[in-house]
């Protein structure tokens, strides 16, 4: 079933909308007030479910990093599933280019195919490398999921126009959910390509539709069918909605990016903005190869925390999105007091890694605020782990060169739920600090 919510899409808050969704969350009420902020306590990181200090990196890596990945699991995102049989990706290179962006990169597409059936679900996955990069030179490297296709990432014309259902857009070139030419470079001004690769860095990239279309559909599409035990039609209620699965694809986007001799598996950063920053954040958390973990805009369910009830909330989240976290998770609608874990904890889940927030002053639906004190609370784990934390004492005024780089870094720019241009020079000032020391 296609929800019949996406059909008249409207702009409310952040987010894109229909009528429906919109009647529902005006329904819900929204707190965009620090003084209605109620008291709230978070949990505890550093304390294990049996009430014991956590005040080792080996007691944090034995049993408290493995509880709490075992509750965002099943109660928050979803457990990925054991498929009935493994799945063996297999990958066939589409096109090369070796002067794309006017001979200032080396740009691939690769189909990712999850089956052998031709026309079971695959991940195109779009490269563009840096001219420099080389088998003893290998590039770091950026991957994340975008929301309108390949093609709309730039305005290379050899890159494939995306053949997968997408929701209509007709200003942006999507009609009877396929894009059309007039798409290509439609979200360009999101992906500073040009400068990735000029800063030595390269990109991967793949539609987050071709691992589980958005709409509510049951889970009949995308990759999920692929894990369903006999007789199982949807997941569980413990096992992962549509962010599991965009975050399954981001760690099969990497193990083709190790298979690259000029990208440098050991230095990528994995990104997301909005819904997708939700899903960055999880990947990284759930796959420990990621070496940097950037979350744009990510809000409720992502970097904000959940008990602060600011902007978006989860009863939000489950009427309008039901199908991005478990079934477990509805269960918290309008009673996060209940959850046994908040964001902060998501976040500490990466340590020791380096993990960039980034917030827009804008962005209020996606509580800024919040996702700068999660990214503060995760700093006793960074500690234990020997690591510094957050190097901002006070929620930092909006400013556009606004970047702190410590090893849990933060960024609060003015202006609207995006990806700018300036924000991917802070990824890449944070990457180099980190990636390339
Ligand atoms: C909506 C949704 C957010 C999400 C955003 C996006 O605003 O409510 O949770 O982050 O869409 O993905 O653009």
Redesign the pocket.
């Known amino acids: 079933m296609i929800a019949a919510r996406w059909y008249v899409p409207m702009v409310v808050?952040?987010?894109?909308?229909s009528t429906s969704d919109e009647a529902e969350a005006q329904k819900a009420k929204v707190n965009y007030s620090e003084s209605e902020v109620k008291p709230y306590s978070l949990p505890d990181a550093l304390v294990t479910e049996e009430g014991r200090s956590v005040t080792s990196a080996e007691l944090w890596n034995r049993t408290r990093r493995p509880e709490l990945m075992k509750i965002f699991a099943s109660q928050v995102y979803g457990k990925t599933p054991t498929p009935p049989n493994p799945i063996t990706p297999t990958y066939e290179l589409i096109s090369e280019d070796r002067e794309a962006l006017g001979g200032k990169a080396i740009r691939r597409e690769v189909s990712i195919r999850f089956t052998d059936r031709p026309d079971g679900p695959h991940m195109d996955l779009l490269i563009f490398l840096p001219r420099s990069a080389a088998k003893d030179r290998p590039a770091p490297a950026f991957v994340g999921l975008n929301f309108a296709g390949n093609h709309a990432v730039s305005n290379d014309p050899g890159v494939r126009v995306s053949k997968a259902w997408m929701r209509d857009a007709p200003e942006g070139g999507v009609e009877n959910h396929k894009a059309t030419e007039a798409s290509r470079g439609s979200k360009a001004s999101r992906w500073a390509v040009e400068r990735i690769v000029e800063r030595g860095y390269a990109l991967a990239t793949a539609y987050y539709g071709d691992l589980d279309p958005d709409f509510d559909d049951g889970f009949q599409n995308g990759v999920q069918p692929l894990f369903y035990k006999a007789g199982q039609t949807k997941p569980e209620a413990d096992e992962w909605g549509a962010i599991g699965a965009w975050a399954w694809g981001l760690s099969r986007a990497l193990d083709y990016l190790e298979t690259t001799p000029e990208v440098d598996a050991k230095k990528v950063a994995v990104m997301g903005?909005?819904?997708?920053?939700?899903t960055s954040l999880w990947a990284g958390a759930q796959d420990q190869r990621f070496a940097l973990v950037i979350s744009n805009?990510?809000?409720?369910?992502?970097a904000a925390l959940s008990k602060r009830i600011f902007g978006?909330t989860a009863a939000?989240?489950n009427t309008?999105?039901p199908h991005w976290f478990c079934t477990n998770f509805h269960q918290y609608s309008d009673h996060e007091e209940k959850l046994p874990v908040d964001q902060h904890e998501l976040i500490a889940l990466i340590a020791p890694r380096p993990v960039l927030v980034c917030s827009a002053e804008e962005d209020k639906?996606?509580d800024p605020k919040g996702e700068f004190l999660a990214a503060k609370a995760a700093e006793p784990v960074y500690r234990l782990l020997g690591k510094d934390g957050l190097a901002l004492d006070e929620w930092p005024k909006p400013a556009e060169d606004s970047l702190a780089k410590s090893t849990i870094g933060y960024r609060y720019r003015p202006g609207k739920?995006d990806v700018t241009a300036s924000d991917w020079e802070a990824y890449m000032d944070f990457a180099d600090a980190h990636l390339k020391k």
């Open positions: 808050g952040a987010l894109v909308m903005h909005s819904r997708l920053g939700k805009n990510s809000g409720a369910g992502g978006e939000h989240l309008s999105f639906w996606a739920h």
